[in-house]
Nanobody, 128 residues
Framework: QVQLVDSGGGLVQAGGSLRLSCVAS????????MGWFRQAPGKEREFVAA????????YYADSVKGRFTISRDNAKNTVYLQMNTLKPEDTAVYYC?????????????????????WGQGTQVTVSS
């Protein structure tokens, strides 16, 4: 049973930056594709970014492309989301998730139902 603990959220002004972290325990972290999703009040959970097992391939939602960067350190069992130039519409609870089955294909990776394990979420609030 993989356990994920995400952290790093907070309150930041528009244009600011935050770095989220997600540490995995149990299981073999390097076997999992990892993703970040977010959910704002009253909205569906949406895909933000994902990174494959080796860290050599990534996907981003159009809304964050060029502003957010996902990375991972398999030696530390950690995945990161560097968020720059934050906007008020980025306000949400952010969740990391592990995708343990199948390849790194876009149609699966952006679908939250394809992920087996989830962090508890970390709140990001961007003030205008």
């Amino acid at each position: 049973q993989v356990q994920l603990v995400d952290s790093g959220g907070g309150l930041v002004q528009a244009g600011g930056s935050l770095r989220l972290s997600c540490v995995a325990s149990r299981g073999t972290f390097s076997n999992y594709n990892m993703g970040w999703f977010r959910q704002a009040p009253g909205k569906e959970r949406e895909f933000v970014a994902a990174i494959n097992r080796s860290g050599g391939n990534t996907y981003y939602a159009d809304s964050v492309k060029g502003r957010f960067t996902i990375s991972r350190d398999n030696a530390k069992n950690t995945v990161y989301l560097q968020m720059n130039t934050l906007k008020p519409e980025d306000t949400a609870v952010y969740y990391c998730a592990a995708h343990t089955r199948g390849g790194f294909f876009y149609s699966a990776i952006v679908d939250h139902r394809q992920y087996n394990y989830w962090g508890q979420g970390t709140q990001v609030t961007v003030s205008s």
